[in-house]
């Protein structure tokens, strides 16, 4: 078995797609399809179901399928110990979320572009559940996450910061200027909120009784509808920094009874090659400068 049919299958594995995997390696969909096709002839067996327009895995590519990301990890580690002093180079794909990816991120992916530009970082936007199923397929090398829990199955995770959350309403909301809100306080008042998956929106609707939410997607949208008064939203506080120096939005006074956890994730047992590793401690650096 050649390792790199065996690259382009773990590929085809993880976005079941012939056309994704080749856009992914830089191939054509046509040398996608020979290779699969070489390495089930030299195999003997069909590793994939043609569905119509879909696949999926056969029991012996599920079977394949560990031994092809051992092998992966293996080659990318013996060239990285034996590069060990070259330039950082390599992909990484980063499972992220709106919150992080506008609001931390940033100076972290400047340092990258300007000190390592070898280090290919690829961003996909994603929420908890997804995130973490990606990283156990290996779709994703790395994944953030803001939680409340801190053990996840089959990833190793690192806590890099409590993630502090603020209720926030336009200054002339009835609810501004009021002190130590209880929950019950806010039954009733509608609510903006994003999507649900959102792990503080559903902490926050859970915590509730008989929530009513405005959904309106993004962080962004949500600021804009709580300026124009259709009502108050749980967000991180680093979200909306600018706009409560600013005035735009006031902080309510009412504590949210939970916390959440930035937190860095892997597969748990992957071997991360040097730049990943070199990308999880500039993130671990970065975010204790902003705690700072």
Do not use: N
Not at 261 to 290: D, M
């Amino acid at each position: 078995m050649e390792l790199r049919l065996l690259t382009t299958f773990e590929k085809v594995a993880d976005v079941l797609s012939f056309t994704r995997a080749a856009a992914e390696l830089g191939y054509a969909q046509s040398s996608v399809t020979s290779q699969i096709r070489a390495l089930e002839t030299s195999l003997g067996v069909d590793l994939f179901e043609r569905l119509g327009s879909r696949i999926r895995l056969t029991e012996a590519g599920e079977r394949l399928l560990p031994y092809a990301r051992r092998m992966a990890e293996l080659a990318e580690e013996a060239r990285s110990a034996v590069a060990a002093t070259a330039e950082p180079s390599g992909p990484i794909a980063i499972g992220t979320m709106e919150s992080l990816t506008s609001y931390r991120l940033p100076p972290l992916l400047e340092y990258f572009h300007h000190r390592y530009p070898k280090v290919r970082l690829a961003l996909r936007p994603t929420l908890g559940d997804e995130t973490r199923q990606a990283l156990r397929q290996g779709t994703y090398d790395v994944g953030f996450l803001m939680e409340a829990e801190t053990a996840h199955e089959g990833l190793e995770s690192e806590v890099l910061a409590p993630e502090p959350l603020v209720l926030v309403a336009d200054p002339g909301h009835p609810l501004a200027g009021g002190t130590e809100l209880g929950t019950a306080d806010l039954t009733g008042t509608p609510l903006v909120g994003t999507e649900p998956g959102c792990a503080y929106r559903d902490l926050f609707e859970a915590a509730l009784d008989e929530p009513r939410f405005l959904e309106f997607g993004t962080i962004e949208a949500s600021k804009r509808a709580v300026a124009s008064g259709l009502g108050i939203a749980l967000l991180p506080r680093v979200t909306v920094a600018g706009e409560l120096a600013g005035g735009t939005l006031v902080a309510l006074d009412w504590e949210a009874p939970f916390t959440l956890f930035t937190q860095l994730a892997w597969r748990r047992g992957k071997r991360l090659p040097a730049h990943v590793r070199l990308f999880v401690e500039q993130a671990r650096r970065l975010v204790s400068e902003q705690r700072g």
